[in-house]
Every structure is written in C-alpha cells, then in structure tokens.
C-alpha cells in the first residue's frame, strides 16, 4: 500500500470510533448466545445497529479446534452466529452491500448506509478492505468482512494504529475468523484469526503491522505539524544524532508539498527553490541585527549612505504578510491592485527615459528639485544647491497609496497615514510626481478579465541550533509578537517603507531545533518557552541492511535498560541503565541512530572518530558513569 492511501486510512479509522452494548437475555444465554447493539461515531454523528448475534464456538459446528482457541484466549469465545445472520455464506461472499449492511440498519437511514459503505463495499474501496488487503490472498478476499462483525475488525485495526505497528492485545482477535477451509461449493471450517492458535499464515495482518510500523515517522510528523499549525512555532529537541533537522526539513516538506521525499537530493532542490522556505543556523555571535532589523552601509559613489533593512525575520514575514493581506482581498480589489502596478512600473520605465534624454535630471514642475535616478524601488531625488548630493528616496510604495487613495492636495498627503515620514516632509515633491502619474496613467484600458482571488499560503522558517544563540537578545520584541500573531510591535530600528512596526501573521511557521546535550548553550528562560512547544526527538531503530543494529543497541544500553521493549512501542517510559548518571535524562543525551547509518564512507572510521570519541567525553563530563569506560574501549 501507498503511504499516501495507507495514511488516508489511518486517518479514517482514527476519527472513526464504535461502543458495544450487551443486550443478551436470559434466553438468549439458553441458546449459549450472545447479543449487541454497537454505535458508530464519525464526524459529530452517532448510529445505532439492529441487534448483532454471536454464539459460544464450543456449540457452533465447524470451528477448527475450538477447544484449543478457548484455552489460548482463557475466557469464552463468540462468533458471529451464521445461523441467526442471514450474511453470506460460502457462494455469497460478495453481498456486502445488499446483505450485511440491510441487515444492520433499522429502517432507511442513508447516512447510516453511507458511513458503512465507505468501511466494505463491493468496489473494494472500503476502509477496512483497503487497509486488509496485502497479503491478503484471492481465496480470502471479501471473507474477512462477511464473517466477522464489522466493528470487531474496526477495534483491531484501530489498536495496530494506536500501538504504532507493536502487538496487538490478543483480545481483539478472539471473535475474528480467518477463513473457511474448503471451496466455496462446501460447508466450510472456520479458525481463529490469531496465527498463534495453531501458526497458521496470516500475512495481511503481518503486513498490516509492518505498515503501521514503517510509518509511524510519517504518523509523528503529521503529528508535529498539528501542534505546529495551532502553536505557530516550535522547536524539536533532542540528542546529537537523532534527526532533528531531517524532521525539520520533512515537515516543511509535507506542509508546503504535500510529500515527504525519499530522494533528500530532491526535498533540499525543492526546497531552496521554494520562495516559501527558509532555513538559517543560529550560533553565539548572532544578533538582533542579523536576524530581525539593523543599519547597513551602502556606497553611493563618494558617499557612504547609512539604511535601516529587513533581515532575516523580517523580509520573511513581510514576503507572508503580504500574502495573508492579498488573500484577504476580493478578486475586484486585487484587479484594480494590479493594475496600479503594472502601471507603475511602466511609469518608472517613463520617468528612467525622461531622466536620459534630460540630462541625467528631470526636474520637478516649478521647483529647482529633480529626480536624478529610478532605483528598484524608489525614485532618487535631489537638487543643485542641496547638501545631500546623494539624494532621498522617494519610495514607489508611497505613491501608488496616494494615488489609491486618489490624493490631489499637498494638505491631504500631510494627513495620510500609511506612508513614510519623508512622504509627509516632503509632500510638496511627492505630489509633484503623483501628479505625473496621473497623467500618464490617464486614458489608459483597465483590465476586463478580473484577477483570481490570492489563497493563503505557508511560510516555513527553520532555525538550526536556535539555542547556541542569546535568544532574548535576537529576538528583542518579538518574543511578543510570536504569542500575538497579527498585531504590531514597535521595532528599535524604523525603515522607510514600514515605520518602526513589525508584523509575525499567522501563516508564518517557525521550526527550531535544539541539541539537548549540548553544555555549551545559553539557557531558555520561561518568557521563550511558553511561546514555543517543545517536542522531543528521540533515537529510534532502523530497518535495513545500512544501519549497525547490534552496535546501536550496544551503545543505547549505556544510557536506558528497557531497549527491545523500546523498539516495539516508542511510547514506553525510558529505564535509566545503571551506567548513565542520575543527574541526566536519556532523552536528553542518549547517542541518535544517525551515527549508526553506514553509508559510503568507512563505517570502522566513524565509529572510532565519532562515536567512541563522544561517548568517552560523556564520562569525562560525568554524564556516563566511569563504569561505562570498559564497555566503550569494547566497541
């Protein structure tokens, strides 16, 4: 099965769930009987059986060894009783539909009809036959579902998901058959679905359990992304080795592609072409003017001119703010948007020609003022007996607001709000040129096909080793602004085009990563880590013949006791090996399984590089007792 279409599954039967009720009479108990009304629940409706009939399999007729099967399951064992259901028997094995489903609805219910459709139909479509189906023999097909009540299979495959992959609890395969021996012209024998009653194949379950269990990574990344869709920001800790970043890197993935590749190759192409995704490495020096705002210097010929610029952070989340505004416009603003615009830039392009053909200058109707340069995004303008040879900038964005908000006068841009300080100063030649544009833009078509409204789209941002960094410093205000997404703080720094005002909007992700064995870090104060959630990322197992298992457990047994049963179920309490010093949690230093991936590189050579050379300085910092030394000088 697809990982795609197994998680679809997965999701199915995770918002699916059935409640049994035991309606048996005393009659019914006579005829050794047992009776049950289930309710389904699914996306806030509930639904009701008829009454479903089981019966003893010590008075049924051909059970297979019924003696053996009570003695595994140490209680007594029901069927489905086939003489009390009407359900297919032998030829019958594809009425699902027409049979079992009427049989359990009382009366029309539709919705009812639907929701058990979409768990077994004839279409091989359902729910339960899709998630069954490898390893599921041609013989066997439809079986499954005709011979065993549909919420007892639910409660089985929803036990495999809960447990990831680990064993099931046998009792949720004591009233399921496996199959009928025989053909289908026979009356056929029926045995128990668990293969340890008499070790018979059940390869669909098997392989049920090895899919679960292969995509458990993918479960806990989908996982991570609901945290971090309703928390905004979080960062994955753990131990040197674990993956951190490969997590980081999958999430982002997932959320901006819908995939997680298994060619990295491929997942870093797609994402460092992607204007969505950006990924920076924190480290001590770092600042707040590396990351959020700061004053560059730019060469302007024989002068130096000082700016106040977007850094990391904040060219960012500018790039997705502007994006959650646009979506929230209707198609005729974005239209009428746009067209600005494109006009505008054709202006620019008008005025970038006047200023060649004058000169180098174009000056300003009725004023000694002129424009002497068009840059990216502003006009530069100055004049002959000014000081600042250099000029000021005159910001694209300010006039096309003004002429947006279809401002004429001088005292009406005096008043505006939204544009820059310089605007407002110097309004007089601002209007001069708005009153340019006008005129260029005058007569020109307007569009008649509308734009198409903009949806909202993520942005990813991955801080590696955000703790090797003085985080209150870096983040200066916006440790407010990550709790309060959408409002505006007040910035040390103001630049031209924004103010002092700085924005984190609500489709702007932040995933950090953090080494929890690192020493040499600063320490997260309470203000930082109630605004981010952190998630721990553990060591885990590899399948295959690349990963060194037998060496990986050797060193995991330095730090927990309680390996194997760790491997079957990620979810158990971690035992502290009595080598692992009672000050530290194995979560926090226990070596990732990254260093025990072979690769193309001389696997001999990393283990005596890399691995026995941290473990030794874990006994050196006292993290591993010295207990641990003999075993190191072992490996």
């Not at 489905?80 to 049989?103: A, F, R, V, Y």
């Not at 359990?209 to 971090?228: G, P, R, T, V």
């Not at 047994?557 to 309680?562: D, E, W």
């Not at 990620?570 to 025990?596: C, I, M, Q």
Request: proline fraction near 2%.
């Amino acid at each position: 099965m697809e990982k795609k279409e197994l998680l679809d599954c997965i999701d199915f039967f995770k918002g699916l769930d059935v409640f049994e009720t035991d309606v048996t009479s005393n009659e019914d108990k006579s005829h050794f009987n047992k009776v049950v009304v289930v309710r389904y629940f699914y996306k806030g409706k509930s639904f009701t059986t008829t009454k479903l009939y089981y019966k003893n399999i010590l008075h049924q007729n051909n059970v297979r060894n019924p003696d053996n099967i009570a003695k595994y399951f140490g209680t007594e064992v029901y069927w489905l009783d086939n003489e009390k259901h009407d359900w297919p028997k032998g030829s019958g094995e594809g009425e699902l539909e027409k049979t079992i489903i009427d049989e359990m609805i009382e009366g029309n219910d539709i919705e009812f009809n639907s929701l058990l459709k979409s768990l077994a139909n004839n279409t091989k479509t359902g729910y339960i036959q899709r998630i069954t189906a490898d390893g599921k023999t041609a013989q066997y097909h439809h079986n499954l579902e005709n011979n065993n009540h549909w919420h007892d299979i639910i409660l089985l495959i929803k036990d495999i998901i809960n447990k990831k992959g680990a064993k099931a609890d046998k009792r949720f395969f004591s009233r399921l058959i496996f199959k009928w021996d025989g053909d289908k012209h026979t009356e056929r024998e029926r045995s128990s679905l668990a293969k340890e009653v008499e070790w018979k194949s059940r390869a669909f379950i098997d392989n049920l359990y090895q899919n679960i269990k292969s995509i458990q990574n993918i479960i806990a990344d989908m996982e991570i992304i609901n945290i971090l869709t309703q928390k905004k920001q979080i960062i994955l800790q753990g131990p040197p080795g674990t993956g951190k970043t490969y997590t980081a890197k999958d999430i982002a993935e997932q959320i901006l592609f819908s995939k997680i590749s298994d060619d990295k190759n491929q997942q870093k192409a797609l994402l460092e072409n992607c204007e969505q995704f950006k990924l920076i490495q924190f480290h001590p020096a770092y600042s707040y003017e590396d990351f959020v705002r700061g004053i560059v210097a730019e060469s302007k010929g024989d002068f130096i001119e000082y700016k106040t610029k977007n850094k990391v952070i904040g060219s960012f989340a500018k790039q997705a703010l502007d994006n959650y505004n646009d979506s929230r416009k209707d198609s005729k603003q974005l239209t009428e948007e746009n067209w600005i615009e494109n006009s505008f830039n054709e202006f620019a392009e008008y005025i970038a020609d006047e200023i060649e053909n004058n000169d180098g200058k174009l000056l300003l109707e009725g004023t000694t003022t002129y424009i002497k340069e068009v840059e990216d995004d502003c006009f530069r303008y100055t004049g002959d007996n000014w000081n600042n040879t250099v000029g000021n900038r005159m910001h694209f964005k300010d006039i096309i607001e003004m002429f947006r908000q279809n401002k004429t006068e001088r005292q009406q841009i005096k008043k505006m709000s939204g544009v820059s300080g310089l605007a407002i100063q110097h309004a007089s030649y601002f209007l001069k040129v708005l009153n340019l544009f006008y005129k260029f833009s005058k007569g020109k078509e307007r569009p008649n096909k509308e734009v198409s409204e903009i949806a909202v789209k993520p942005y990813i941002l991955i801080i590696d080793e955000i703790n090797r960094a003085n985080l209150p410093a870096v983040l200066g205000e916006l440790i407010y602004a990550l709790e309060y997404r959408g409002e505006k703080v007040e910035s040390m720094y103001a630049t031209r085009e924004e103010g002092n005002t700085l924005i984190l909007p609500p489709n702007l992700y932040i995933i950090g990563t953090m080494n929890t064995s690192d020493r040499s870090v600063g320490h997260i104060d309470y203000a930082i880590r109630r605004r981010f959630a952190f998630i721990d990322v553990l060591p885990k197992a590899l399948a295959g013949d690349n990963f060194e298992l037998e060496l990986f457990k050797q060193v995991s047994a330095l730090f927990i006791q309680n390996f194997d049963e760790y491997v079957q179920d990620n979810t158990v309490k971690l035992k502290l090996s009595e080598h692992l010093s009672e000050e530290f949690r194995p979560e926090d230093v226990w070596l990732g399984h990254s260093y025990f991936i072979k690769n193309e590189s001389d696997f001999a050579l990393r283990k005596k590089y890399e691995i026995v050379p941290i473990l030794k300085e874990y006994v050196k910092d006292g993290i591993l007792k010295q207990s641990a030394e003999p075993i190191i000088n072992t490996l």
